[in-house]
């Protein structure tokens, strides 16, 4: 009734792995026969799960239960190890993972992959992160002017010419942009320098402007300066600086809305323009 998945016999004992094929848990009884030089041994009970009867060191991989004649050796779980002969199972070290039960070694961390201590199993590199070197226990982030859409990378993706990122660990191309004090007219174009009386913020992109897609991020204008919706980049020092408060191209300082224009300058029907502003026509103005 029983069969072994593998024995060893040596002059300092036996090693035996047996397994009950066929009995059921509890209805069983059988007496097991195990012959070392000049002594007789028997055991009278084999629980029906897999058994490890011993009469020496442990194979790697396993650690004694007891110390009594006849004692079983268990198998170290997964994520530990043991080489031959110890008491106890250890943790895989950071950087390795043992995947199977009764493991005498733990295995290097794949690319792609970072392992913990104790690991069972790699873990995948997240999006905005990767790893290019055999057993990690940690992940690197992107780095500045790179980014990672997928998971279990090697590597991660430049940004376009020119362009670069906020911060490291960026996921998407969406995230790369211009840096600070320049600017691109599509997000595939050129960086060119702030205009002269404008901001530009980091990824300030000009075509975000012109689609008002939402969060857009442009050059915007220096209080004191004007520029067109139509030629955003174009930019005037206004005459009255007052009537130029900055912001998105073609801001003026007005509560009427059909005024400002160029400079800030223009006034509605009725009104006119002097150094303070626009004012109402008294009855002798045209």
């Not at 002059?11 to 509890?26: E, K, Q």
């Not at 194979?59 to 994520?79: I, M, Q």
């Amino acid at each position: 009734r029983f069969w072994f998945d593998a024995g060893e016999a040596t002059t300092s004992g036996l090693v035996i792995i047996g397994r009950d094929r066929d009995a059921l848990a509890g209805d069983f009884n059988a007496t097991l026969l195990l012959k070392v030089p000049a002594v007789l041994f028997t055991y009278a009970y084999l629980p029906p799960a897999e058994v490890h009867i011993y009469f020496g060191p442990c194979p790697a991989g396993f650690v004694p239960v007891d110390e009594t004649l006849g004692s079983r050796c268990t198998p170290c779980s997964t994520g530990t190890f043991a080489p031959q002969g110890v008491e106890k199972c250890e943790f895989c070290p950071i950087g390795t993972f043992a995947a199977s039960m009764g493991s005498g070694i733990c295995e290097p961390c794949p690319l792609g992959h970072k392992c913990p201590k104790g690991s069972s199993a790699p873990v995948a590199c997240q999006q905005g992160q990767y790893e290019n070197e055999l057993g990690s226990g940690e992940c690197k982030r992107c780095e500045l002017g790179s980014y990672q859409a997928g998971s279990a990378s090697t590597a991660c993706e430049l940004c376009p010419d020119m362009h670069t990122t906020a911060g490291p660990g960026a996921v998407f191309l969406s995230e790369c942009g211009c840096e600070a004090g320049s600017f691109s007219r599509s997000p595939t174009d050129m960086c060119e320098p702030c205009p002269a009386g404008m901001a530009c913020a980091f990824g300030s992109d000009l075509s975000s402007f012109f689609n008002s897609s939402e969060h857009a991020r442009y050059p915007t204008l220096l209080p004191g300066f004007y520029s067109s919706p139509s030629e955003p980049v174009h930019v005037y020092k206004c005459f009255d600086a007052e009537a130029c408060p900055g912001g998105p191209p073609g801001s003026c300082r007005s509560l009427v809305e059909d005024e400002g224009g160029f400079l800030c300058m223009e006034c509605s029907d009725g009104r006119y323009f002097s150094g303070e502003g626009c004012h109402t026509c008294e009855p002798y103005h045209s």
